[in-house]
């Protein structure tokens, strides 16, 4: 089963960082966010991915080619170029890094990866994290029985959020989870099928239009997911999910090492 990332967005919110490098390459706690999502799905087993490239795909592709040498210490000979690698810890994964256009729609790029998908395939953005169960969801979408499955998760607040009692602060808590409506956090399930709705026209959205229409239709269901969720889209939230991180408060690595 294939794990598709959409990784070619500007991340223009993210101001000056994305100037130099696209989102999904932003570091949370010293690896690219991208790595994150990539490490939840292979908790579960799930390590064949396609990557849909976009804005800077170029740095993306310059990071997996690259990635033995990133992540090793390593000798080299400078006379006959041999490289002996001292570390072995490396993940094994099958990456598929597919330029899809800059300026692509999520549809669009989803549409130009057909080649390489499955029948049943796994979805989600180059930005956001969770401690969602993956084989609960993928569970879920099989049961159903339709065309796609989102899962639906509860946004963090922009603010902080005041625990009290009769009037007396008890503690302050950073981000809560917000009580409003449910939104799509990625970690999606589609079958193959859903491609008939789209089209490689760079115009093609996911979201607005094909879903809309395959909702209307019955052949879209919700995974609901109360736990942790959230997104790097600002700033604000990187430095969010760094501070997480680096205070071993992360809730979205499920994976041990």
């Known amino acids: 089963m294939k794990v598709i990332i959409l990784a070619g967005g500007y991340g223009s919110r993210l101001g000056t960082l994305s100037e130099l490098i696209p989102k999904p390459m932003i570091e949370v706690g010293g690896k690219p966010i991208i790595w994150h999502i990539m490490k939840i799905y292979a908790s579960y087993g799930y390590k064949d991915f396609v990557i849909a490239l976009g804005y800077k795909g170029n740095v993306i592709k310059d990071y997996f080619y690259n990635i033995k040498y990133q992540n090793n210490d390593f000798t080299v000979n400078t006379k006959s170029g041999n490289v002996v690698f001292h570390n072995s810890g490396l993940d094994e994964w099958n990456v598929t890094l597919a330029d899809t256009g800059v300026d692509t729609l999520k549809g669009g790029r989803i549409k130009r990866l057909e080649k390489y998908l499955d029948d049943v395939n796994m979805l989600t953005y180059g930005d956001g ?55 799509n956090g990625g970690f999606m399930v589609f079958n193959k099928e859903i491609l008939n709705y789209l089209t490689t026209d760079r115009d093609c959205d996911f979201e607005f239009g094909p879903l809309e229409q395959l909702a209307t239709k019955g052949q879209v269901m919700t995974f609901q997911h109360d736990g942790f969720w959230e997104c790097a889209d600002t700033v604000r939230d990187l430095n969010h999910l760094n501070k997480l991180w680096s205070t071993n408060q992360a809730k979205w690595k499920v994976w041990d090492n």
């Open 129 to 183: 994290v969770a401690d969602i169960n993956i084989n609960e969801l993928l569970a879920f979408h099989k049961e159903h029985g339709k065309l796609v499955t989102i899962s639906g998760v509860r946004p963090p607040s922009m603010f902080g959020e005041i625990i009290q009692k009769d009037g007396q602060v008890i503690s302050f808590e950073e981000k809560p989870q917000t009580s409003k409506g449910l939104i």
